[in-house]
């Protein structure tokens, strides 16, 4: 049961880390040419770090209440 746990983060973990935005257009996309520099925030990095951390805690809660039923067998 723990390798199928650490085989479900790990299938989880890579594929949020090999997930990114899309690219942004072109200045001259669409008939407005006069359009600013796209700006853009760095999603892909924070949303990897978000799901590490939260499998991280749930991987620990998992543990954790485990070893305490099979103390109390």
Do not use: D
Not at 17 to 45: D, F, K, L, M, R
């Amino acid at each position: 049961m723990k390798t199928k746990a650490i085989l479900i983060i790990a299938i989880i973990t890579a594929f949020a880390s090999n997930t990114y935005c899309q690219p942004t257009p072109p200045a001259t996309h669409g008939n407005n040419v006069t359009t600013s520099e796209p700006q853009s925030a760095p999603i892909g990095t924070s949303t990897t770090l978000l799901l590490s951390l939260a499998t991280i805690y749930t991987t620990a809660k998992i543990y954790n209440k485990r070893k305490e039923e099979n103390r109390e067998k």
